[in-house]
């Protein structure tokens, strides 16, 4: 036997989820945890997915958990879980900032918050980080309006600009903006040497390299997916900063627990590169090139709190990216970050307060879509414990 659960299929930015509200799935969180692994085909050590809603990529292999607010400060509740493709885990301890952009729709969409045209703000509390995120969504006839002209690069059609507001994200996940009390260090990696890095925490924390440290331009997009020698020196770099803040006690145990976060990007000064769709990016037109992995895979655009962190970390004085930036950038309210699928700027507001840094706001525009709504089967087997028929 099966049983089915209510659940909405979302696009988010460039990512997709299932959204699910949070009293249709059990309240043991492990029963709940083995619940949507099996309702996304995970763990699959063929990484297809192919018994489950999974993707078999990581962007596409997202869950979304919202329950409204008892708070006054918030209309709803976000909880974001990466769904492993091939272990039994989610992941919980950082969030994603393309999925984010479909609770405001979603939220509206289901009658957890009444609609006002032609926008209305939905006062979200992110459950992983513990901040606010304000959206900004285009309403018609009561729902979420996804018609307009608003494109992001990565996906192929325009639709309705939501608008984030994410409210001082620093410390998203460690409490602190520089976790490290750094605004570099430097990491001793097996085979590789000393390698400087920025660890920066901003909507989801992040290992910043310099590409040319690695031997990289830093456009690369298809070498990286070819490459299992340069994913495991980043890998090697990432779960080592991993150890520095805490979330794991060696390299090993954070490549086994702690895949999702941190986050490893490689940046480089701006330049002209092809993205994956063949276009043309031309220098001028960005003010820094990010790569970022994504679960231990290229993110073939670029994650919407990688965007976020990356943008912030560009501001402090000192760290890996600021050096790349030029004088006007620097200045500018927005930062042009050149990813593989095109370019994504970023409202950044980073105010600096004697030797501190504070990240008051990042603002990031991003489309959304319903593309199914219905149930989800999952065998009964999963519902129950240990022991229990």
Same mark, same amino acid.
């Given at each position: 036997m099966q049983v089915r659960i209510p659940a909405v299929y979302m696009r988010g930015g460039t990512s997709k989820a299932v959204f699910f509200r949070e009293n249709h799935l059990p309240k043991d969180p492990e029963i709940r945890d083995r619940v949507i692994l099996a309702a996304y085909g995970s763990p699959d050590p063929n990484r297809r997915q192919i018994d489950g809603m999974g993707g078999a990529v990581s962007t596409t292999s997202k869950a979304a958990i919202i329950s409204p607010s008892k708070d006054p400060d918030y209309d709803v509740n976000y909880h974001f879980g990466q769904v492993s493709i091939d272990k039994p885990k989610i992941g919980y301890q950082g969030n994603c900032g393309n999925i984010s952009s479909a609770v405001g729709p979603y939220a509206i969409d289901e009658g957890l918050v009444a609609a006002e045209e032609p926008i209305t703000t939905v006062r979200i509390y992110q459950k992983n980080t513990k901040k606010l995120i304000i959206a900004e969504v285009p309403v018609k006839g009561g729902l979420y309006n996804e018609e307009g002209d608003y494109a992001i690069d990565g996906i192929p059609s325009a639709g309705g600009k939501v608008t984030l507001h994410f409210m001082d994200p620093g410390g998203s996940v460690t409490g602190e903006l520089l976790p490290t009390g750094n605004v570099t260090d430097v990491i001793e990696v097996p085979g590789i040497g000393e390698i400087t890095v920025s660890i920066v925490d901003a909507a989801n924390p992040v290992v910043f390299v310099r590409a040319r440290d690695l031997g990289l331009r830093g456009t690369e997009i298809y070498e990286i997916d070819a490459g299992a020698e340069i994913r495991q020196k980043l890998e090697a770099i990432r779960s080592r900063g991993a150890v520095m803040l805490g979330l @794991? /006690? !060696?390299? #090993?145990? &954070?490549? #086994?627990? $702690?895949?999702?976060?941190?986050?490893m990007a490689f940046v480089s000064e701006p330049q002209d590169y092809r993205t994956v769709t063949g276009g043309e990016i031309r220098r001028d037109e960005i003010d820094v090139v990010g790569r970022i992995m994504s679960m231990g895979t290229l993110h073939k655009a670029y994650a919407g709190t990688g965007a976020i962190c990356t943008a912030g @970390? &560009?501001?402090?004085?000192?760290?890996? *990216?600021? /050096?790349? *930036? !030029?004088? /006007? @950038?620097?200045? @500018? $309210? #927005?930062?042009r970050l050149g990813h593989p699928g095109g370019v994504i700027p970023v409202g950044t507001e980073v105010e600096k307060k004697g030797n501190r840094y504070e990240y008051k706001e990042a603002v990031l525009g991003r489309s959304a879509r319903r593309l199914m709504d219905g149930y989800v089967y999952v065998p009964e087997k999963y519902f129950h414990t240990a022991g229990e028929k």
């Open positions: @794991a /006690g !060696s390299p #090993e145990e &954070a490549s #086994e627990i $702690s895949q999702d976060v941190p986050k @970390a &560009a501001k402090i004085e000192g760290t890996v *990216l600021h /050096g790349l *930036l !030029s004088k /006007g @950038a620097l200045e @500018a $309210s #927005e930062i």
